[in-house]
C-alpha cells in the first residue's frame, strides 16, 4: 500500500510539473518579443528581489529562492512587466498592491508556496494565474477576483483544501472563465451540491482529485457542471491504481449535450469498467475522448467486449496514449467497428503495439488521421504480410509512424502507394536507412525523416544520405534533419541547390557526422566543397583551359627565344650521344686520315682556298675540305662528322667548339662581341677566353702566322692513334652555326 501511495504522489508531483510547463510556455508565448527582455534568476538564493533589473523587462523568474516575503514597491520599476514566476520561494502573502504599478501583468504562477488563504489581488489584465499547491484549507475566492475579466486560466489546488463549499466561486459567478484547473490530486471529503453550478460561463474544468469510493461525489459534480457553459472536462487520477469501480460514474455525460470533449488521465482501469463507460460515450454527444497514462487491466473472461448499439457515435476523435498493461499479455478486444465509422482521427501511442490488428486498417472508412507513434511496430508490423484486405485507409491523408522500428525507407514508400490520399507522413525517430531507390507517391506533400540513421549505408551501392531527398521537389515540406550525414560531393546539390524553403528545420537540425574532419558542423558551415572541387564537368573545362594556356604561353616563349634553333642543336647533340655509345670499338686501332679539317664560312671562301689550303697542303698537310672531300648524297651533318672523326685538328673560322686541344680558332677579322647573336653565347665566351690565331694584316706578320699553324698541326703523324682526343670530339662538339653550314 505505501509503494502504491508513493506511486500517486510521484505521478501526480510529475503532472503538476508538466502542467506547470505547459502553462509556463503559454506565458511564454503571450509575454516575451525578445530574448534581451527575459531575466532568469531562479536558484540564485535570492532573499530580496533584486533592485537593479532592467525597466524594460518582461520576463521574470525568480522561482526557487527564500524570498518569503514581498514588499509593495518590489515590482515597481518593471512598468513593462508581463510574465512573473515566483514558485517554491516560501511565500505566505503578497500585500494588496504590489502589483499596481505592472499593469501589463498577464501570468503570474506563485504555485508551490505556503499561502494560508487564496491571496487577495487585484490584476486586470492578468489572463493566467497560477495558485496551486499551497497550504489554503478553503477553495474560497476573494470578491476582487471578480473584476479579473480577462481570466482565462485559473489554476487552484491545496492538499489541505479536502471539500467544496457552495459559496466558494461567488466570485467568479459573472466572469467568463475559458479554463479552471482544480485539485491537487488528494480525496476530497464532500463536495456542496451547486458550488460549479455558480461558474455559468465556465468553458473547460481539469480535476485533480481522486473519486474512489466516493463515486457520489463525481455524479454530484457531473450534474452540476451540466448547468454551466463547460464543453471540455478533464480528469486527473480520477481512480488510483487497484481501485474497485462499481457500477457506472459517468453514465450522466449521456444528458450532458454541451461536452465535446473529455479526457480521463493517469488513472487505473479495467475492462468491465471501460465496457460501461465507452457505452456512455458512445451514446453522449463527446467527439473528442481522451485516455492517457491509463493502467488498464482485463477482469472479465472475454476481454473487452462492445457490440452494436444500434446508435451512430457522434464522436470523431480517439486518443489512447500511454498505456500500460496490468497482465503482460495482448488485451482482447471485440466491438463493432460500425460504432466508430465516423472517426477521422485515432491515436495509440505508447501503448506498446508491434502488430496492426488487420480489421483496423480496413473497416474504419472515414479515417483521416492515424497517429501510432512511439510503439514497437516494425515494417512487416505496420503492413502485416498475414492481413488480406480490399482497401487500405480509404481516405487516409496524415499518418505518424514515429518513435517506432521501421528500417526499410524503400520497402514504406512502396507501400505507401496503397493510400491514395495519404499527404503527410511522419517517420521521425526510428531507425530509417537508405537500403535503395525510394519513388514516393506523387500525391504525398510533407514528408518527416527526422532522426534517423539515413547516413547508414547497408551497402556501399546505397545512396547518400541527402540524395534521398532527390525527390524532395514534389514535397511542400520535407524535414530530415538531426540524421547522421556524411558529407561530400555526393550529397553537394542539397547544399547548394535544393530549394531550403522545402526544409523548415534547414539548417539548424543539419549537421556532418561524416568524414571526422566535419563531424558536428553544420552543412552550411562547411569549408572545401565548392562547385570548382566537386563538378567534374568543371573540372574537366578549367583543366583543359589551364592546359591550353600553358602550351600558350610556353609556344609564345619557345618561338620568342628560338626554341626552333635549339631544337634542332639539340637532336645534332643526341645523335653525337648516340655515336659516343659506340665510340670505344670505332676507335680501337683507328688512323687518322687528315691532319685537319677546316671548317669555314662561304664568304671567306677565297681566302681559303687561295692562302690556307695551297700554303699548309704545300707544307705536305692533308686537309679535309669540304667542297672537295665531302661525300655527295650524304646528310650535311654526317660529313662533317666522319671529317671531324677522321682529323687530328680542326679548324674553325667564326665556329666554336670546347676541345680546346684538338681545334683551332682562326680569326680573319676582327669580330666584335656584341655584334653576335644572343644565342651564340660559347662563341662570345670562346672569344673573350679562349687563345685562338688572328690573320695579320700587316704582310710581314704573316710568315709568324704560317710557321705557327704549320708547327701545330705538324705534330700529329697521319698514322698515329689519338684515341683521347677523338672521344673528347665526338662528346663535345658544339652546335654548327647556319651561317657556315648553309655553305656546305
Known sequence: ???????????????????????????????????????????????LVPSNLPGNTQYLDLSYNALRTLTEDAFSELRNLCFLKMADCGLTEIPPHTFEKTPLLKVLNVSQNRFAIIPDLSLQNIQILDLSFNLYKSYKLPYSYQRLKNLNILALGSTNANSVLYNDFDALQNVTLPHLILGSGTKWRSYESGAFAKLRLLGKISLKT??????????????????????AMQFVHVFPDICNVSGNPFASIQSMPRIQNLTIENTWTNSSFMEDFLKSVWLSTIRELSLVNITYNEDTPSGFQLPNQNHTAA???????????YQYKYPTFNM?????????????????????????????????????S????????????????????????QLSLSKNRFKSLSFIAEHTHQMKLLVSLDLSFNSISLDGVTHWPFWLKELNLGNNNLGDRPSPNSPNSLTCFSAA????????????????????????????????????????????AYAGKSLTAIEGLNTLSCETWLQAVLGLAVLFAIVAISGFIFMKCDGVWYSKMLWVWIQMKRRGQKRTAMLQGVAFQYHAFISYSHHDADWVDAQ???????????????????VPGEWILDNIVKCVESSYKTLFHRSISVQQDSMVFILLEPIPADSLPKRYLRLRSVLKQQTYLEWPRDERKRRVFWASLKAMLSGANKFMVLKDVALGITETTTLIDHDWTDAF
Open 473 to 516: 521537389t514534389q514535397f511542400a515540406n520535407a524535414k530530415g534533419g538531426n540524421n547522421p550525414f556524411v558529407c561530400s560531393c555526393d550529397s553537394f546539390w542539397f547544399i547548394t541547390s535544393l530549394n531550403k524553403s522545402l526544409l523548415p528545420d534547414w539548417p539548424l537540425q543539419y549537421s556532418c557526422s561524416t568524414p571526422s
Open 315 to 325: 464522436i470523431q476523435f480517439i486518443t489512447f496514449y500511454g498505456i500500460n498493461h
Open 1 to 47: 500500500m505505501a509503494a502504491s501511495v508513493c506511486a500517486v504522489l510521484l505521478s501526480l508531483l510529475i503532472l503538476d510539473i508538466t502542467a506547470g510547463d505547459d502553462l509556463d510556455e503559454n506565458g511564454l508565448n503571450l509575454c516575451v518579443t525578445s530574448k534581451s527582455q527575459i531575466q532568469d534568476l531562479s536558484r540564485k538564493n535570492l532573499t
Open 612 to 630: 690556307l689550303v695551297a700554303c699548309l697542303e704545300g707544307a705536305g698537310l692533308t686537309l679535309c675540305v669540304h667542297e672537295r672531300d665531302f
Open 336 to 372: 463493432s467497428f460500425e460504432l466508430i465509422s465516423n472517426l477521422r482521427y485515432i491515436k495509440f501511442s505508447r501503448t506498446g503495439m508491434n502488430i496492426l490488428p488487420c480489421y483496423l486498417i480496413s473497416e474504419i472508412p472515414n479515417l483521416e488521421t492515424l497517429d501510432i
Open 210 to 231: 481522486t473519486f474512489c469510493g466516493n463515486l457520489d461525489l463525481l455524479e454530484a459534480i457531473l450534474v452540476d457542471l451540466n448547468q454551466t457553459q463547460v464543453t
Open 374 to 397: 512511439d510503439n514497437l511496430l516494425g515494417d512487416t508490423g505496420f503492413w502485416w504480410p498475414g492481413c488480406s484486405y480490399t482497401s487500405v485507409f480509404p481516405k487516409l491523408k
